[in-house]
């Protein structure tokens, strides 16, 4: 039986993995802690990465923002009120979000899928029983004299074969296409799968090249493939003889705190790797406090 999907499923689905993902300890780290801070973190967190058109027009919407505007910035200025809503029904004070832009922002944060609700809507979640699964009825009409044609297809015999072997020109040409289609799609398949997304993670000082395993990595680990991210992201060892910067007097190295609150040193721009917040240029300050004291 098919489910109806409206407003009301896709929340409940979305507060439903949520909690899941809580439970599985594979939310975003500002998320265990939800407060309408951490929400703007975990906003801040999204813009630095590559997102889909569709997942930055979610954003785009959410905080009213048309494609000229810096979405950073605007993030940055957004009076963080505004995801009370969100707050309030993450922590289970209100049963619903009102606003379905900030419904698609919570798809977004979380990385619930099928994300929007249009793909929502149309994602085919439906299930066949074993008899259903094992037949299938394809009417058509042949195209030369306009009469219907019914074929019963069942993988585990031959009745298939012995129809064919009995059937007309226009029903062997018929199943000629459907065959040209199944091999297309499969052919399809196939491109998908040599130009799939590639994944990498990071080890202790610099990311690395993995494949997808969400057995083997929690799912916090795995981060869309970036080349810049593996030549030329690492974690150093600073101390008074590091260049801190250039010649012309921009920064070469940028720091953040880890989960123990210790401060590390980056050789580039980004994303700590292990809290997800932005990281800092250094600073004369930082230098003479934390390293050549």
Not at 1 to 23: G, P, R, W
Not at 135 to 146: A, K, M, Q, R, S
Not at 221 to 229: G, I, N, V
């Amino acid at each position: 039986m098919k489910a109806v999907k409206t407003i009301k499923t896709y929340s409940e689905s979305i507060k439903e993995k949520y909690l899941k993902d809580k439970e599985l300890n594979k939310l975003k780290s500002d998320l265990y802690k939800v407060t309408r801070g951490n929400i703007r973190n975990v906003c801040l967190n999204l813009s630095d990465e590559v997102l889909s058109v569709s997942d930055e027009k979610i954003m785009r919407n959410y905080f009213k923002l048309n494609n000229e505007r810096d979405l950073r910035n605007s993030i940055k200025e957004y009076n963080i009120e505004g995801f009370r809503p969100i707050c309030n029904f993450l922590k289970g004070k209100n049963e619903s979000i009102q606003s379905i832009d900030a419904l698609e922002l919570l798809a977004l944060i979380i990385d619930f899928n099928p994300r929007p609700y249009r793909n929502y809507r149309s994602y085919k979640s439906n299930y066949l029983t074993n008899e259903e699964s094992n037949h299938e009825e394809v009417i058509y009409e042949n195209g030369l004299n306009n009469e219907k044609s019914t074929i019963t297809v069942n993988p585990k015999n031959k009745r298939l074969f012995a129809w064919f072997s009995t059937a007309s020109a226009a029903n062997k040409l018929f199943l000629v296409i459907i065959a040209t289609i199944i091999s297309v799609s499969i052919a399809g398949g196939i491109f998908l799968k040599v130009n799939q997304p590639r994944w990498m993670i990071w080890q202790e000082d610099h990311y690395k090249e993995v494949s997808f395993d969400d057995e083997k990595y929690n799912m916090n680990q795995l981060k869309f493939y970036k080349e810049d991210r593996i030549k030329h992201f690492k974690k150093l060892n600073a101390d008074c003889n590091t260049d801190f910067f250039n010649e012309d007097g921009s920064v070469k190295i940028w720091y953040g705190k880890n989960k123990d609150k210790q401060i590390e040193y980056f050789s580039a721009l980004g994303l700590h790797p292990e809290t997800g917040k932005t990281l800092k240029p250094i600073t004369h300050y930082i230098i003479e406090k934390y390293i050549c004291n």
